[in-house]
């Protein structure tokens, strides 16, 4: 896998698809890596140039000292895209990838074609520090391990993960082998994560794409977020909890399809 120099640390990427035409970027989950956006590699590759990256402290991008901020990780994809000789993109981003994804169309409006916004958040609030604190700790003291069962049931609906298809093992051992300080440096990065006064600034065409049972960012949130971006759309996925890329792909790549289509 190529790696590349960004400001001063390796960012791991892929890229797939054309050489010519319009790129996707595709920005993953805490405690995953580039590897969970696979069906939507597979079903866009004839259509699009396709770049995933490991966020800086997961798969094999570098684990710099923490704690990091979403600037900082917005300016990693800036520069990587610098480095690939990239202008613009679509930028597809899931749970922390739409955090990153709202830091890039905040401070680089000009690198976007448009904005995908996954199963996300614009703002972390103070009843939710404690539950941020419990993770960062439990992963410091016992290792992604004692993580894992509480995210699986955050991320997939029940009769999805009892089938146990391998969808939910990719997850699981995408998520085991995040490095403790990675995954600890971006949820510092993720606590203070406060976009949400802000989002009416975006005038990018924007989806927003949740999982009808997503109880990490719950429908709620995507709502409060469509009405604060003039013109963007809501897409609600039935039977899909906070992962619905890899839980419904088929609707969720539907849904992608028709909203590119009519950006490109």
Same mark, same amino acid.
């Given at each position: 896998?190529?790696?590349?120099?960004?400001?001063?640390?390796?960012?791991?990427?892929?890229?797939?698809?054309?050489?010519?035409?319009?790129?996707?970027?595709?920005?993953?989950?805490?405690?995953?890596?580039?590897?969970?956006?696979?069906?939507?590699?597979?079903?866009?590759?004839?259509?699009?140039?396709?770049?995933?990256?490991?966020?800086?402290?997961?798969?094999?991008?570098?684990?710099? *000292?923490?704690?990091?901020?979403? *600037?900082?990780?917005?300016?990693?994809?800036?520069?990587?895209?610098?480095?690939?000789?990239?202008?613009?993109?679509?930028?597809?981003?899931?749970?922390?990838?739409?955090?990153?994804?709202?830091?890039?169309?905040?401070?680089?409006?000009?690198?976007?074609?448009?904005?995908?916004?996954?199963?996300?958040?614009?703002?972390?609030?103070?009843?939710?520090?404690?539950?941020?604190?419990?993770?960062?700790?439990?992963?410091?003291?016992?290792?992604?391990?004692?993580?894992?069962?509480?995210?699986?049931?955050?991320?997939?609906? *029940?009769?999805?993960?009892?089938?146990?298809?391998?969808?939910?093992?990719?997850?699981?051992?995408?998520?085991?082998?995040?490095?403790?300080?990675?995954?600890?440096?971006?949820?510092?990065?993720?606590?203070?994560?406060?976009?949400?006064?802000?989002?009416?600034?975006?005038?990018?065409?924007?989806?927003?794409?949740?999982?009808?049972?997503?109880?990490?960012?719950?429908?709620?949130?995507?709502?409060?977020?469509?009405?604060?971006?003039?013109?963007?759309?809501?897409?609600?996925?039935?039977?899909?909890?906070?992962?619905?890329?890899?839980?419904?792909?088929?609707?969720?790549?539907?849904?992608?399809?028709?909203?590119?289509?009519?950006?490109?």
């Amino acid at each position: 896998m190529p790696r590349i120099k960004v400001d001063g640390i390796h960012i791991n990427y892929e890229i797939y698809g054309r050489e010519e035409g319009d790129v996707l970027m595709f920005s993953h989950s805490l405690g995953t890596n580039l590897l969970m956006w696979d069906p939507q590699v597979k079903a866009f590759r004839d259509r699009y140039k396709i770049i995933c990256f490991d966020t800086r402290g997961h798969g094999k991008s570098d684990v710099p *000292e923490g704690p990091y901020t979403l *600037e900082e990780m917005a300016k990693d994809a800036i520069g990587l895209l610098d480095k690939l000789g990239i202008e613009k993109v679509h930028w597809i981003g899931l749970s922390m990838g739409g955090m990153i994804a709202q830091a890039v169309a905040l401070n680089y409006p000009e690198r976007l074609k448009s904005l995908i916004l996954c199963d996300t958040a614009a703002k972390v609030s103070e009843e939710d520090q404690p539950i941020w604190q419990e993770r960062i700790d439990n992963a410091l003291k016992y290792g992604m391990e004692a993580l894992l069962d509480a995210t699986l049931e955050r991320w997939f609906t *029940e009769p999805f993960r009892k089938k146990n298809p391998p969808e939910v093992q990719l997850i699981k051992k995408l998520f085991l082998s995040t490095p403790v300080k990675g995954f600890v440096g971006c949820a510092e990065a993720i606590r203070k994560l406060n976009y949400l006064d802000r989002l009416s600034e975006i005038k990018l065409p924007t989806l927003i794409i949740v999982g009808e049972e997503d109880k990490g960012t719950p429908v709620e949130v995507s709502k409060e977020m469509h009405k604060r971006i003039a013109g963007s759309e809501l897409i609600i996925i039935p039977s899909a909890a906070h992962l619905s890329n890899l839980e419904q792909p088929e609707k969720f790549n539907t849904a992608l399809a028709d909203f590119l289509e009519r950006h490109t």
